[in-house]
């Protein structure tokens, strides 16, 4: 279970409303690569995990993920405060506000709904932990491409450090995966599973 | 952000591995009204309230509804685990392992993967609790309904502590709604929203 | 069975085409809370109220959101008539028109099409109720935003009269919630789900 | 606009509970080619269909395939009453169960809620009305196979009745087709699109 | 199975990048009624067609699409090619360009991704050839409408071209519709259905 | 462009119809880590594949996965031929002959159509590698689950066929990950994406 604490990871501090930017940066929070995305994948992973210490860092990095959601839905509140109708009308933010006012709904950039679909989970700690490396390099291009459009340094800075984490978690991934196929049969590390295979189980 | 502790909110220890009833009561972590839903809700909304106190209600009952999906993801893999292919071919239970092991993916009982489209957040304090006691009504029917097909006493006792569960957040969410009626104007409120209207910043 | 008349429930009488405001207006007609959803939603749960009068009431608002629908789609037409070529490239109508020219196809303003997801029935009569009652909240915001959005007299009459018929049904829905409350088992109303339940059909 | 009366189109009563036959019919509710989608089609292609006959057919069969989506949830609504949870104890009703409770939901036999992108709308009326021959016979095969599933004379009855249904608005569809071609340019008569290009509007 | 050539079947040469453009021309690969969709489609049918000559067609005409497939995917990618952030910056193009950079991913013009939902199969060569043919017809459409748009005569050529195709394939469904017909029982057409009563078999 | 032969990549000659089995082996269709997913993933990618040799291994691949496709379309085809409504009645595969009486239709094991938010195209050379390590781990992981229900080795041997294909790719995008690192920046390979920095392209 886990204890809340009204903190965000990294400060988000943001002086300027921009929801046109807001609407491209939400797809961090409900898009395919997003930090909802990526808790829910690593969370739910952890059961089938044989290795203590691979389901050791998955419940760490998706707890770290809650954070990174937490963190993109400040920021797309801050960009979308104190504005006026004006600000919205004829502007790529008007269908958002429609359906949401200025509420923070999970969905991609181009207006999608988060759908689980985006996360795999197969059970197989091979599979999941290469699941896993394909997310962070994905989360890092999308947070690469909003650095590429974003002028406002209050906002740059917080995403800079998301980037930062996705490639410390790749990292993490990678490490992990060679530690399982180090504990695996040598010859054919794909020849069982040891989270369903009754050979493991002894 | 959040702190995890690796302790359960309530006990799940079941010694019976039946796989079809977790296809069951895996609804109610991926379901159109199960838990990750839920958590995902309530955080989220907390953005466009703009009263304090209910923003802080709607903290508090998102981190618990995080870990009410933590114990569903317990059930389900202590459902399944230690079992063989003999087990599941010709069960109800095949076509989910087919494509996930006895790993943990968030569906809804009928296969179909969780989506954001479940959730409404309308930036607007009046409907969005209107939204959450709705969505308490209904986990609460589907626990009922579980309940109704569970036999085994140690699956039924978290079921019937997440269950009560609902109901406390029900009453919670409505007292929530007094308050807030009785801060807004009280000829209309729907006359303005006061996460959005000029007015209310005064 | 229903019989149709050649007959808005309001008049739609819109002389200036504008097919971006259209393409934000069909939110009401194939959006999250649209009108489609909601005679959808109302006309299906029908079938498992326990009590007459509570039915009576789904069949009567249901059929009202069928012409609700209906003067949304009359409304879309009207704003995308008589338009040219030109007055569609580069704005945010053009995606719409690639697959749909100006016909009517039930989306929200993302641009995602209807899903029944967005729709609760659950076959229990308290959560029903409670469904209803977000639903109508939830329409009435949409409506809220978009009478910020529009300037032009002639569409806001029609939106106007629909955003206060949601009241008028969030009110019948408050008083078929009592009703049945009372209908119910004072002491615990969640006991039992008369639409299901033995203990009821005596 | 539509007047609601109480009666259903052709009879449905059913004496024998039938909780696994319910999921399959089903899908000519909610599923890929159900009447909840037939009756979407037709009622929102009116709006621009260029000639008043073809209007008045897509309302009028419009119209009927409410009355057939009634029929269908009348079907489901007899096949689930007085059951037991005896009766849904490991049977492929327990998932619809746990999420439904004997309420009637608009999905497909897969357990996929209804979504409108099983419905095409294009615009043009050479297109929708291609689709809606289609629509129709692609109804016309589920009813089909529904017959060679169903042993009980109660459900066979209004089943067919719907069936044949299919096949008259087939042919009307297809005399509006072959009406439409004769009102367009004989030589090409997919050189312009009379909904939209103004060569029609002369 | 499929040999590979590298050659488009019609030639793609563009010289200005058009972003926006691209993200309309999008919807013929993975819109709903795009070329994916089609040699899916087509591709998967031929399994329970009854007559050689029909599966021939759909084989040819499936395989096709794939070619039209890259077509499309070749115009996407030369609409995009040798761009610069500030390209971007503002333009419809920005939610795209978050979650795919410059990459090709199919989708409809709307965002949203490819659904098999779309696609009709039936298992009834009767149903799937009205089927194939509202695709084609609804595929025309697309691309009259992208043609309404597009000024860029290097964009048009191509698009103009596989328009032409679908004609023609719209006429071959005809011509396999009507040898079909011939084929089956003349008095009664839906009586049967060759690819799965035993009638047939003898 | 594709030319078609008419042969499949490994025989598939199954004796005992078996529809129960073929709901399962369709995923590998159209499920999460099915063929055709694996096709449209590589061959869309191949636009922004920085390197020759890359979008070679792509072309390649892509290709191959059409013919697995065809395979897997031939499975089900093969273990749903020639059988009669008493073995569909009761059965798991009720559901699916409903709508699709034995055509072939690419869905999941669940039932749940196929959909485009499976792939991930991100056109970033890194992350698509990524993801197709782990597209081609998770192929083979669905095999093996198959393999461990399957009793016919009529259909093993052409599963069999099918999973030790998967693990080659794996190795081939392993290598091709390995030349775009050589090829790359040694210091920060995740500093540009080749595919659109400037800084590449001189």
Known sequence: MWTYEKKLQYPVNIKNPNPALANLIISQLGGPDGELG?????????YSMPYREVAAVLSDIGTEELAHMEMIAAIIHQLTRN?????IK???FAPYFVDHTTGVYPIAA?????????????GDVIADLNEDLAAEQKARVTYDNLLRLIDDRDVCEPIKFLREREIVHYQRFGDALRHTQ????????YGWNPAFDKKFKK
Chains 1, 2, 3, 4, 5, 6 share one sequence.
């Open 182 to 189: 180090e504990k695996m049969d040598e010859k054919n590390f």
């Open 110 to 122: 181009s207006g999608v709904p988060f759908d689980m679909k985006y996360v795999g989970i197969k």
């Open 38 to 46: 990526a808790s829910m994948r690593y969370l739910n992973q952890r």
């Open 90 to 92: 004829g502007t790529s």
């Open 83 to 87: 504005i006026d109708p004006d600000d």
